[in-house]
């Protein structure tokens, strides 16, 4: 069973950005590149956190 989007957290470009320790800039390139999952809500992005707690736990060796 699919599962339920209440259980979902997204976060903004903003919240990511903080997380990652990058610029704002560097998540829109992820996001466009399609190495980070997100959302588009009108003009602005949404990224589900599982998604971002991925990549920051990915180990640089796997990454290219």
């Known amino acids: 069973m699919a599962r339920d989007l209440s259980d979902v957290r997204f976060l903004t ?6 997380m990652m ?4 800039m560097t998540v829109y390139r992820l996001v466009h590149s399609g190495e980070l999952p ?4 009108g003009r602005s ?3 589900p956190e599982s998604a971002v707690v991925a990549v920051i736990e990915t180990p640089i060796s796997e990454v290219g």
């Open 38 to 41: 997100a959302v588009r809500f």
């Open 13 to 18: 470009v903003a919240e990511v950005a903080e």
């Open 21 to 24: 320790r990058v610029s704002n």
């Open 45 to 47: 992005f949404r990224i």
